[in-house]
């Protein structure tokens, strides 16, 4: 199926690769701001993730150890910011900007050296005569584990959240965490936990930029992804479906934009690459118009600094 | 195990010393990655604090101060104002970009008239740029309560892509060789943002920045706006309470820093940097936050903050050239010098107790 | 536990209370010299006695004798620094509230425990160490709420229930887990007259079983009605105990404060003209679960202390919003001597006689960390004429600041100090006196002693009456009876957004009143005399 000298089948498989570094970091943040954290670092934790995988793939040749190094490296940056805001009790907005900051400085430092290189290919899983049905197989069952991985995690994590005890006390403490401290629940433990996970899956898809998507390292290779992903957390009122369908739209907007680009269409590229951005602006205001809805859905206790008095 | 006691009334002490004692930590730790990268961390920290005041080459580096600190004292005396009343503009990146627009395209349209009238056209111009876009956030707040830190970052993306089809077209040198990039403004006198005593540094600009500095200055501690943007920072409620109108404040906050920084985009564009190009912006609405917080929201803070960082980017080229540092180094230590101060605030507001039972 | 119970509940209910007094009963806890101490203050000194199995005890104390440190402690929130705890003869040092939990030691706070964004189950089930699946949880919460009077649907939020409700959901949350003591923290603040005697019902139905209940206040009559011993603390210390049925509340009171008191004096009123006029004034709710206010209206004149009573989140907050010009109204919904302020803000409001005290001190009255000097700005620069040209007159405020200090007693090293260090009867003061200095023609106060020892509260009450006999129109928004009954010359209640018609206060007795704030929530009349009987 090929409309304006776009094949549509191709587009769709495309989608969900471009959208799955942001669906991987906007999973891991919504279950950090569920816990009551408002983590600005994802930008950071996103590009330590996309050079520390990097690297890490580069030297070892192996596009798996890459990928866990990118999360093990998401989640020390996002220890950092739990130990500044968890325990140093320092303001969240302020200590997200400065992950942000320290991250793209410290993974430029990181990435000496590694400009230009390839790093090894990470391989599509072979799922034989189904990635051959028309239509369905390129889009369903022809894509690298990183792909399925980043859909099981949105799954899990939404089973998580609706079915499981720890996953009631993850947003209990989100809500109010007085209340969680009152009933004698680990506060602070929680949130550390819950941030990490956030940093991991900030990591993978930082990960997934440098070692899939582009698949190079470049210096603020982000370029935006992790704001990207902080807006659809909010765009998917804290749900973990609607993450899913955010950040599949958003990839959809990215690729239709190159694809636009590449079919030469006689748009302006810059007017083409600042459509993702103005998308986003878009959805968050029609997310925000009814007064309050946005804020319905937000965790009550999303941003608050807690001190247990004793 | 170490526990936290809240203070009864924030210490005066450590909301000075803090900063000093992050800056302290972070020559440590920064000297420890040098190491770590191979370098020699004491002729490193030498070279980012030392050289460019009393070195060898000292004479040259010391104009550079100011035309650096300049743009990031004036960004930051705007975000300070925002970042007091709780309102984070965090695209003045992108502010910076339009003012530098907008005042350089009045220059270019008028090219080559001569007149005294320009230079204060132009400025007024990039003054309204940066107002108008750190104004899309605010009304979009106002009006929808959208984020305003995702909405004026993202404006940064499109503003950076403005300006590379501005650059690529309608603002390119017709006499340019195919080179990019626009007319160089230093050789349109009447455009030109020239130092007002030759090779000091001391441009217009930097003038404009210690301004805004006394300015600030009096609007926070005698004026009542001041106080109703501190409290509204502080406690949203009270601020309610005292009559403030919450919607007036953002439009306020995001207006006075997107126009500042719109005005040190212009002040760059028509003097040190000269030339809009498509990569002229350097990342100044970014360090400039932590400029804001270096200097603790506080505008003679601010002003010695942005001396501070100015110097290390000084610095860091020195160590670029001298010991091969990669500049990205300075990068991450500046992000790192937030950390610490953010970490170290701690100590304003709470007594550390070491031991004891809970 | 849940069949066994509700066949003893029925014997429960009948079991005469005279034969169980005279039982001699095993002791359940016993506190031995328990201190805590925080900087500064000595929250717990040397504390001991002892609760029965099945006895109601009470412990009896003034805001900030040490009550909620020390049932913390018990609780497993606070680790003492000295003394011992046993509980059932065993040596007990619970570290976290799981293991006190375990043992049987549960508490229905005060404050601070639900979720509200949460439903039911999900609360009761985070109140539970080892809950039953979701499905079978609901079930039982229906059976148990129901089989002690206390009915709640399983499904609905808590951010939608009454304070009433909410509190149930504590209730339970503890029931379910078969509790040896029962710890009640202040549980009667938030009920109505009615819901307060149906709770006494549940809890001599618990007590009836053999559950033990600690049951923590300062309301003397409640205790007398209640709890079997009494413990009354003050500063910390244990400073006396009693048996509540054979103490006069006078005795114990006295006890508990350790001074006498003097009951606020007001002259006879001679009412002037309308100074406050409310009509037909309704504000949708502020928030997903804030109270809506509809056709609000009445009418104060000069001289007039009106009081307006009600449970928590009946409207109390939004109203005072509404009327201090926080939230604006059409132009005549509200009208100051005569003037339609509707639509105008605060300090516009301000200008044309009107002063308000909001109900939380720190953050809505008064900024935390600015200093008293700056707080006596926040609300008095239009009034005293604290700013020229938009420039502040920090001099002026200085004199200003020193003014209220002096006048109302506020207890500070100085005006420079900031509003958090004080104490809530001290700031409570500067706040009021901040407001009553800049004399207004109408005050409008929430909860003006919430919080307070005694001794300012009795202060803060001359106060606004003083401010009455000089001519201005005071309106009280209390959730505390008593209070209203001292001061006020007319009574109205507010329940779910609807303010009732104002009757003189001469005369009412507490039935009336109850039925007024709207009797009992969520409950049909029949239950409630069955609970009762």
């Not at chain 1, 990591?203 to 998507?213: F, I, K, M, P, T």
């Not at chain 2, 920064?30 to 004491?42: E, I, R, S, T």
């Not at chain 2, 650096?68 to 709780?86: T, V």
């Not at chain 3, 009412?271 to 679960?289: C, D, E, I, K």
């Amino acid at each position: 199926m090929v409309i304006g000298g776009i094949d549509i089948v191709l587009l769709i498989a495309s989608m969900m690769v471009a959208a799955t570094p942001i669906l991987l970091a906007a999973t891991g943040e919504m279950v950090a701001e569920k816990s009551g954290v408002l983590n600005l670092g994802v930008e950071g934790m996103m590009i330590i993730g996309a050079i520390s995988g990097f690297a890490a793939a580069v030297a070892t040749e192996s596009p798996f150890v890459g990928f866990m190094a990118a999360a093990v490296g998401g989640a020390v940056m996002a220890l950092l910011f739990a130990l500044l805001t968890q325990y140093l009790l320092s303001n969240q907005v302020a200590t997200g900007l400065a992950l942000t900051l320290f991250g793209l400085g410290l993974s430029a430092l990181m990435g000496q050296g590694y400009q230009g290189i390839k790093p090894p290919p990470t391989a599509k899983i072979d799922m034989g005569p189904l990635s051959d049905i028309p239509g369905l197989g390129p889009i369903l069952f022809n894509h690298d584990w990183v792909v399925y991985l980043s859909l099981l995690l949105v799954g899990g994590t939404w089973a998580f959240l609706k079915y499981t005890r720890a996953g009631l006390i993850l947003r209990a403490v989100g809500e109010s965490h007085d209340a969680a401290h009152a009933l004698g629940y680990r506060v602070i433990r929680v949130r550390i936990a819950a941030l990490m996970f956030g940093g991991a899956l900030a990591g993978l898809g930082g990960a997934y930029l440098s070692l899939v998507r582009v698949p190079q390292w470049t210096e603020g290779m982000t370029a935006g992804a992790g704001w990207i992903a902080l807006a659809i957390v909010v765009f998917a009122s804290w749900k973990a479906e609607r993450v899913l369908l955010g950040a599949y739209l958003f990839g959809g907007v990215t690729v239709l934009q190159l694809r636009l680009q590449a079919a030469g269409i006689a748009i302006p590229v810059q007017v083409l690459s600042m459509a993702p951005y103005l998308i986003t602006i878009i959805v968050l205001v029609i997310m925000s118009a009814p007064r309050g809805r946005a804020t319905l859905a937000a965790p009550a206790a999303l941003g608050r600094v807690f001190h247990a008095s004793h | 195990m170490f526990r936290l006691e809240k203070r009864p009334t924030p210490s005066t002490f450590w909301s000075w010393g803090t900063p000093v004692l992050a800056v302290i930590l972070t020559m440590i730790a920064g000297g420890m990655l040098f190491a770590m990268l191979g370098k020699d961390p004491v002729l490193a920290i030498k070279a980012i604090f030392w050289e460019p005041l009393f070195g060898a080459n000292a004479s040259y580096f010391r104009p550079q101060l100011l035309v650096k600190a300049g743009p990031l004292i004036l960004i930051a005396i705007g975000l300070s104002l925002g970042f007091r009343a709780a309102v984070w503009n965090i695209g003045a990146e992108g502010q910076y970009i339009m003012g530098a627009l907008c005042g350089g395209s009045v220059a270019l349209a008028a090219y080559p008239a001569e007149s005294f009238l320009l230079f204060p056209a132009m400025i007024i111009a990039g003054a309204i740029g940066g107002f108008i876009w750190a104004m899309i956030p605010a009304l979009l707040k106002i009006r929808f309560g959208t984020n305003e830190i995702l909405v004026s970052l993202m404006l940064v993306y499109v503003a950076e892509n403005i300006l590379s089809t501005l650059a690529f077209g309608p603002l390119k040198n017709p006499e340019g060789f195919g080179f990019p990039g626009s007319r160089n403004l230093q050789q349109y006198p009447s455009a030109h943002n020239a130092d007002l005593i030759a090779n000091t540094g001391l441009h217009w600009g930097v003038v404009t920045a210690f301004l805004a500095v006394i300015g600030a200055y009096i609007l926070l501690n005698r004026h009542i706006l001041g106080f109703q943007i501190s409290v509204a920072g502080q406690a949203p409620r009270a601020a309610r309470f005292a009559g403030v109108n919450p919607n007036t404040l953002v439009a306020i906050c995001l207006g006075i820093s997107g126009a500042l920084a719109g005005l040190a985009g212009i002040f760059e564009v028509a003097g040190p940097g000269g030339q809009i190009t498509d990569s002229f912006n350097v990342g100044y609405g970014f360090t400039a936050i932590i400029v804001a917080f270096l200097g603790r929201l506080h505008p003679v803070g601010i002003l010695l903050a942005g001396l501070l960082m100015a110097l290390t980017y000084i610095g860091g080229e020195m160590a670029q050239l001298s010991l091969s540092l990669p500049l990205a180094a300075i990068q991450a230590f500046q992000g790192m010098l937030l950390f610490f101060l953010l970490a170290l605030d701690l100590l304003t507001n709470f007594r550390i107790r070491i031991g004891g039972l809970i | 536990m849940t069949g066994k119970t509700l066949q003893e509940q029925e014997t429960g209910r009948t079991a005469p209370r005279e034969g169980r007094r005279e039982m001699t009963r095993d002791v359940l806890l016993t506190i031995e010299g328990l201190s805590k101490s925080y900087p500064g203050v000595k929250a717990n000194d040397d504390v001991s006695f002892q609760i029965g199995e099945g006895e109601v005890h009470a412990l009896l104390g003034e805001n900030g004798a040490g009550k909620s440190t020390l049932v913390k402690m018990i609780y497993g929130l606070v680790k003492p620094d000295e003394g011992r705890m046993t509980f059932r003869r065993e040596e007990y040092t619970p570290s976290e509230p799981r293991e006190a939990r375990g043992l049987g030691v549960a508490m229905v706070f005060q404050h601070f425990s639900l979720f509200d964004a949460l439903n039911v189950a999900e609360n009761v089930a985070l109140g539970m160490d080892n809950p039953p699946p979701m499905g079978e949880l609901a079930g039982r919460i229906r059976e148990v709420s129901e089989g002690y009077g206390l009915p709640l649907d399983p499904e609905r939020l808590v951010g939608d229930l009454s304070a009433g409700e909410r509190q149930r959901v504590e209730i339970i949350r503890c029931l379910l887990q078969d509790p040896k003591l029962l710890i009640m923290d202040e549980p009667t603040s938030v009920l109505t007259p009615q819901e307060v005697n149906i709770l006494f019902g549940t809890l001599r139905q618990l007590a009836a079983e053999g559950t033990s209940i600690l049951y923590i206040s300062h309301k003397l009559e409640e205790i007398k009605a209640l709890c079997d011993e009494a413990t009354i603390l003050r500063r910390g210390k244990v400073v006396g105990t009693c048996t509540p049925r054979d103490s006069t509340a006078r005795e114990m009171a006295e006890m508990m404060v350790g001074a006498e008191l003097n009951a606020p004096q007001r002259a006879p009123i001679n009412p002037g003209p309308v100074a406050l006029q409310v009509r037909n004034l309704s504000v949708p709710a502020p928030s997903a679960f804030g109270t809506s206010l509809r056709e609000i209206g009445f009418e104060v004149r000069q001289g007039e202390v009106l009081g307006i009573g009600g449970v928590a989140g009946n409207g109390q907050d939004e109203l005072l919003l509404a009327l201090s010009g926080e939230v604006k109204t059409p132009r005549d919904c509200v009208q100051i001597n005569g003037l339609d302020v509707g639509d105008l803000g605060p300090n516009e409001r301000r200008k044309a006689g009107l002063c308000t005290a909001p109900e939380e001190r720190l953050g809505h009255a008064a900024v935390p960390d600015l200093s008293l000097m700056e707080n006596a700005l926040l609300s008095g620069a239009v009034r005293k004429q604290l700013t020229k040209n938009g420039f502040i007159d920090w001099a002026g405020t200085r004199r200003f600041a020193e003014e209220v200090v002096k006048t109302f007693d506020v207890r500070t090293p100085g005006i420079g100090t900031a509003a958090r260090a004080l104490s809530g009867g001290n700031l409570q003061k500067f706040v009021l006196g901040r407001e009553i200095m800049q004399e207004p023609e109408v005050i409008i106060v929430n909860q003006p002693t919430w919080g307070v020892d005694a001794a300012a509260a009795a202060f803060i009450r001359q106060a606004l009456l003083n401010r009455a006999a000089k001519g201005a129109a005071v309106v009280v928004i209390s959730q505390d009876i008593d209070e209203i009954m001292e001061i006020a010359d007319r009574f109205a209640a507010l329940n779910e957004g609807r303010l009732s018609a104002p009757v003189p206060t001469q005369g009412l007795t507490i039935d009336e009143i109850g039925l007024m704030l709207g009797g009992a929530h969520g409950m049909h009349e029949a239950e409630v005399h069955h609970v009762q009987a």
